[in-house]
C-alpha cells in the first residue's frame, strides 16, 4: 500500500514510523488467523498504514472484511487516510470520534480491535488539552461548512487547529488514553475476537496482562524490537469466554 502525504499531513498527522512497521509486520504474521467476513476496527488509524494494510491482504486472500474501520480523534487524520485508501482501491470508513463514541455496532461486535496507543508520559492535562483541541476543530468545521467552504478549502480552514498532540500524549506513564479504551473495548468484542495492542517496556505490562485475564482474555506476546532507548512489543489478546 503507498502512502503519500502533502506538507500539512506531516505536519498534523503521525507519520509512520518504527512502532508502525513492528506493528504491520505482526498483523502480516496474523493475518490468516482473521475469520471471514470480520469486523475490523483500529482506534487511532492515523495515516491508515494498519487498517488499510490488513483490509487490502483480506482482499487478496478474498476473505474481504464485513467492514475495516479506523477511529481517530484528528479530523486530518481522518480526511488523509481516507484519501490513501481511496487512491490504493482499499475498502475502509474512518470514525472522527473521541474514543468510541461515534462507533454505532450491532451485537456482533468487534473481531479484531488494533490499537496503537498514544503511549508517551506526559501530564495529564496535555491529554485534556487534545480533548478541547478536538471539540474547537468540531467547531471551526461546523462554521467552514455554514459558510459554504468545501472540498480543499474546507481541509485547509479546519486544518488551522493542530491535533497531532494526540497521537503520543499518553497522560500519566503513558497511560492514561490506553486504560481508557481498554476497559471499553472489553465489553464490544465478540466472544472470539482479538486485540492486537502496542506497549513499550515501560509500561505496566503485567498489570495489562492482568486486567485482560480478568476480562477472560489470554495474552501473547507476538513481536519484539528496540529501537534507540526504548523496547517496542506487541501483543496479542484473545477472548476466551466463548464457552463460559
Do not use: H
Not at 476473505?63 to 487516510?81: F, P, T, V
Not at 470508513?93 to 450491532?106: R, T, V, Y
Amino acid at each position: 500500500m503507498k502512502i503519500t502525504l502533502n506538507k500539512t499531513e506531516y505536519k498534523n498527522i503521525y507519520v509512520p514510523n518504527d512502532d508502525s512497521y513492528l506493528f504491520l509486520d505482526a498483523l502480516k504474521e496474523e493475518i490468516q488467523y482473521f475469520p471471514q467476513n470480520a469486523i475490523v476496527v483500529e482506534m487511532g488509524c492515523g495515516s491508515g498504514i494498519l487498517i488499510g494494510n490488513v483490509s487490502k491482504l483480506l482482499q487478496e486472500q478474498n476473505n474481504r472484511a464485513l467492514m475495516c474501520i479506523g477511529i481517530d480523534i484528528n479530523y486530518d487524520a481522518c480526511i488523509a487516510s481516507s484519501r490513501i485508501m481511496q487512491e490504493n482501491q482499499i475498502y475502509f470508513d474512518c470514525i472522527n470520534s473521541d474514543g468510541f463514541e461515534g462507533l454505532a455496532l450491532d451485537k456482533s461486535g468487534i473481531d479484531i480491535f488494533i490499537f496503537n496507543p498514544p503511549y508517551v508520559p506526559t501530564e495529564d492535562d496535555e491529554v485534556e488539552r487534545c480533548k478541547k483541541y478536538f471539540k474547537e476543530k468540531q467547531q471551526l468545521f461546523a462554521q467552514a461548512y455554514a459558510n459554504n467552504l468545501r472540498g480543499q478549502d474546507l481541509i485547509e480552514e479546519v486544518a488551522k487547529v493542530n491535533l497531532i498532540d494526540c497521537s503520543y500524549s499518553g497522560g500519566k506513564d503513558g497511560m492514561l488514553v490506553t486504560w481508557k479504551i481498554l476497559e471499553k473495548v472489553t465489553n464490544l468484542m465478540n466472544s472470539n475476537g482479538i486485540i492486537y495492542l502496542f506497549v513499550i517496556q515501560d509500561n505496566p505490562i503485567n498489570e495489562i496482562i492482568a486486567f485482560f485475564k480478568s476480562k477472560g482474555f489470554e495474552g501473547f506476546i507476538l513481536k519484539k524490537q528496540q529501537k534507540y532507548n526504548e523496547i517496542q512489543l506487541i501483543l496479542k489478546f484473545v477472548n476466551n469466554n466463548v464457552n463460559k
